[in-house]
């Protein structure tokens, strides 16, 4: 398959015939999610980050440059690099809270292929106060009872220790809010990490505009996890990412490059 023109919903996750077949599609995948984390605002001057694990080589993962625009980002901007930090592709400098946290991630969840961190401003907003999402719409119900709180803040994550902190409280969840700084989540795909990211920061928005009017009314924890398990698996946010990309790629189609 031709993985830059996968733009349908389908009922498996795509699969490659070859390894540099599938790198080139999680690099294109991760440079439209990064493009459009800048179409909604989701960048905030040098901060955020977004990588995927490299598939041959599952110690390695490809992330954007630090201090790049996110609207600008190609698929040859990215930077290829292993738990050490050294940079084996690309050219331009690493985050170092990027490499704390997902190196921490991906050493303790092999399933996950793909992370997304970012200071939006509801994620954000909704971090303050230390709270979990409540089940008050469909789409909050994707992370019913599947993401976690890291009651923390000691300042930007430049160590290896807050990062391992940071992956132990994830677990095995889909998706973490970090107080005071904003959401992180992952996915067995960039689609679905990012797709995560995007529907988590609308539920932020969605449930600060709902508790400013008055007293939402929550889902029976019965019907919020039936429709956590139909639209919060893997396949669903793969599926959720596609009519974005799909957007993108045929807006700015020089983010293949």
Not at 100 to 116: E, G, K, L, T
Not at 171 to 178: E, F, P, Q, T, W
Request: aromatic share 10%; with cysteine; hydrophobic share 40%.
């Amino acid at each position: 398959m031709s993985p830059s023109k996968s733009n349908f919903a389908v009922n498996t996750l795509p699969s490659f015939s070859t390894i540099e077949e599938e790198r080139r599609h999680r690099k294109e995948r991760l440079a439209g999610a990064l493009r459009l984390f800048a179409l909604f605002g989701f960048d905030e001057g040098a901060a955020g980050h977004i990588t995927a694990r490299d598939p041959e080589w599952p110690d390695r993962f490809w992330v954007n440059p630090f201090g790049r625009y996110f609207g600008r980002i190609k698929v040859s901007d990215l930077l290829l690099v292993t738990w050490d930090g050294k940079i084996l592709a690309g050219d331009g400098p690493l985050n170092k809270a990027a490499l704390a946290i997902h190196r921490a991630i991906y050493q303790a969840r092999p399933d996950v292929m793909a992370a997304a961190h970012a200071h939006s401003v509801h994620g954000k907003a909704w971090s303050t106060l230390g709270r979990l999402l409540d089940p008050i719409t469909q789409d909050a119900c994707v992370f019913y009872e599947d993401h976690a709180l890291f009651d923390d803040f000691t300042g930007a994550v430049l160590d290896e220790e807050e990062g391992l902190r940071i992956a132990r409280t994830l677990g095995n969840n889909k998706a973490l809010i970090l107080r005071n700084h904003g959401l992180l989540t992952v996915g067995q795909s960039v689609d679905e990490a990012a797709w995560w990211f995007i529907t988590m920061d609308r539920s932020c928005q969605a449930q600060l505009l709902a508790e400013a009017a008055g007293k939402p009314i929550l889902i029976n924890p019965q019907y919020a996890r039936e429709t956590r398990d139909l639209y919060g698996n893997p396949l669903a946010g793969w599926n959720g990412f596609q009519p974005l990309w799909e957007q993108i790629v045929s807006q700015q189609p020089d983010l293949l490059e």
